[in-house]
Structures are given as C-alpha cells and as structure tokens.
C-alpha cells in the first residue's frame, strides 16, 4: 500500500548528520515574474523565480566534485543518512541547460551546441516563490491560469509541457535534505517514476514518486493535449510493486482524462496556418470552474476543466463536438452525450477514463487544485516511443519516425519553446475577454470584465476581441 514520504523516513529525521550543499557552483536563481490577478484589483507582479530539478545537477563526494555519489556507490551511499554525510548537491549554471529567461519570459532549449556536436540537456524547471526557499503552491480551484507560447520552433516529436504537481512546497526539506525546494528536490508525478534519488535520498527501495498531476499543456506545432491524472494519496507519496504500474492495484492514474483536438478528426484546429496558429504566439486559458456558480471565491467542487485560446484579438473557445463526430472509437459511448470538449465527470465516464474515475476523478483533482499545486516546465523527446501519442497516428499529422530523437537532432537540433506572461487567479481576471460571449451560461464570472485596475494582463485589448467558436475532443491515454 502507498505510504506518505513522511512516514516512510521517520527514523531518518532523528539523525545527526545531512547532506551537504556544495560550494563549487553558486546557485543562482534565474528571475521569471509571474502575477496574480483579481477581478477588483488587477493583476500584480511576482517576483517569482524558477529552479532546476536536483538530478539535473552535481551530487557529488564532499570536497571531491570528481567523484559522483549515485545508489550504486554503496561505499558512499549504503543508506540514506551515511550518504547525506558524504555528499553534496551543488548549484547549476543555468545558460548550461538551456534555460534562458528575460523579464516575463523563460526559453527551455532541447539542444546546445558544445563546439563538436550537439548534446542533449531538456531542462525540467520548477517554479518558486519570491523567497527563493520554497515553490510557488499556485491553488486554482475555481480559478484560471494563463500565459502566452511559442512552440513555432517544435516540430514532431518535441513536447514543450507545462504543468502542475502536487509537490511539497518546501520540496520534502528535512534533516537529512536541507537543500530541498532551492535545490530543486521533492519532484513528483502520476506516472510514479523511479529515479534514483527522491526527495534528495538514495532511492534503495525501488520506490516510485507518486502525486497527482494537472497536465495543462503537452504541445508541439502540430499536435496538443491537456490531461488531467489522478492518484489515490494527498500530496507526494511513495509507490511499490504493482501500486507504480498502469493496473487495477495502481495508486496514479497513469493515461488520464483529456483533450486533444486533432483526435477528434479537427485537422484544421491546432497547427501553422490553422485556427490556432502555431507559426506565431497566443495565449493559452485553463479555466477550473467550480459547481458553486461563484468562480471568483475558489469555493466549491471541481465541475469542468475548460480550455480558451487567444490569438490575433479573437477568442477562440472550445465547444462541445458535433454529434455526428465519433472523437474516441466505435465501442465507446458518444461523447457529446456529456460536456464535449471541455473536461467533466461525465465527460470521463462517456470516454471511459476508468482509472482516473477509479482515483477520484474531478472531486480528486479539484481537492488537489485546492491544497495548491507547483508549476513545471519542462522540454523533452521520447527514444522509447517518439512522442506518438502526442502528435501521430489518430493523435496528430507526424508519421510515427519523425519524432525520433537522432532523427531531430540530425534535421532541426535548435528546437525550443518559449513561455512567457505567466499569470493566475479569479476566472475572467488575466485575460481581456469582457466582449465575448457566455457559453451554456455556466459561471457568469468566466468572462468578467478586467481589471479596473493595477496592471492589465499582456493580451489584446478587450474591444480588438472577437469570438471564434471551434469544436475540440477527448484524448484519454
């Protein structure tokens, strides 16, 4: 059975020594402002800063940067607290991995160039708070999250993802794991990975790293996906066995519930040249609506995941799918029977997303959306699989080779993605959308007017806004 980190390490916490934080390699934060907004008062700036993932950086022996600590080191690591005294996690250059923010913007690079060859970094990135100790716990229950992307320079295969993670805020910071959230441990996710270290110790057990997981944007040029994913804990926990796996005895929901438009058959939505187009920036909308009618007190259960685009001064919304279009396959219930495009209990149980129905569903979610969440970015590609569920196939226009790693190294090495205005709070509140229309009237506050003042969100201006309704499916899987 799943058991809590905290739990599963008491014994640890009552010892003497911890794990070093090295000194060869200052730690220095790069800044991303993010902001707040309110419908009352606008939106206000953050000064947020972002941190890379711990495994993206030095552990090495004190004193010795030559020598890596790893589990397989059983003279340095034999146990978690005899391997927190004889090692050090040590700071990161960022421009080394990728990462390169300017004021508002943070760009994620998959490749550099070393002189020879270029090598593959795929930055994974964590947000902080403006004390630099702990993450940014973002609580959207009954909110909204926006931000503007470029993904024009990702073709097939790359994913540019940004999303949310039930991780502890301090980043599971203990006796043993003083770096914590600085240093960028603690991650977690529903597909229970295995790493070799979690939350700053060895991972001896063969653990998994488990927590639910909001997957708000999966996305190239050709091809997106949101997906929600369930867990059967609250906040990070440790998986084994057969509670890791994609099975009946599973903690996490692995496939999740989401939309993907292209699977649907709406070729002409998502990419260049298309409703949304991807040769050129927009700003992405998640709304978390709530059943309480009042989306602007975050109060209530979690009823629908929404999505909005914002492009060249038009809103471009998600609607329920037409009833003759067959979006999952021909054994499954039609969808429009539920809530079409957006995402909803029944919604899920029409697309038969048993495992996360299993695992509590939108009451799971929204519960996790309420105790707060941490934003990730991340760039990466896929050897194992090339990304097929994500742009080939019934998921999206790429053949099923041209996601190869060697292959976009080989044709297109300087792939990134580029994000950029970063900010959450009331529905209605951090983009200007007060011309467009209410859709099945739901949440009237959705689509409140903006800020009447502080500083307005960085999109077109309400009365430049114009409504383009398109259709959007399910994605589950």
Known sequence: MAFRLAAALPFLLLLAHAQKIGTAVPEVHPKLVTQTCTTSGGCVDRQTLL?????????????????????LNTTLCPDAATCAANCELEGVEYGSLGVLTAGRAVTL?????????????????????????????????GQELSYDVDVSQLGCGMNGALYLSEMDASGSRSDLNPAGAQYGTGYCDAQCFNVSFINGLPNLNNSGACCNEMDIWEANAMATAMTPHTCSGVGSFLCSGDECGKTD?????????????????????????????????????????????????????????????????????????????????????????ASGGSVTQAFCTAANASQYLRLGGMDGMGASLERGMVLVFSIWNSAGDFMNWLDSGEAGPCSNTSGDPARIVAETPEVSVTFSNIRWGDIGSTFNASSSPLRNGTNAAFLSSNAKSGTAPHTAAASDIEVNSVYTSVECG
Do not use: W
Not at 52 to 63: I, M, N, W, Y
Not at 111 to 119: H, R, S
Not at 269 to 297: C, E, I, W
């Open 51 to 71: 941190v890379t993932d711990a495994l993206s950086r030095p552990f090495h022996k004190v004193g010795d940067p030559s020598v890596p600590c790893t589990p």
């Open 109 to 141: 690079r998959q490749y550099l160039f070393d002189g020879d060859a270029f090598t593959s970094v795929s930055p994974r990135l964590y947000l902080l708070a403006e004390d630099g100790m702990n993450y940014e716990l973002l609580k959207l229950n």
């Open 249 to 337: 005895a599973g903690v996490c929901d692995h496939d999740g519930c989401g939309v993907n438009p292209f699977r649907a058959g709406l070729k002409d939505f998502y990419g260049p040249g298309k409703t949304v187009d991807t040769t050129k920036p927009f700003t992405v909308v998640t709304q978390f609506l709530t059943d309480s009618g009042n989306a602007s007190t975050g109060s209530g259960t979690l009823a629908e995941i929404r999505r909005l685009y914002v492009q060249d001064g038009k809103v471009i919304q998600n609607e329920p799918v037409p009833s003759n279009t067959n979006q999952l396959d021909s054994t499954s219930p039609n969808v429009n029977d």
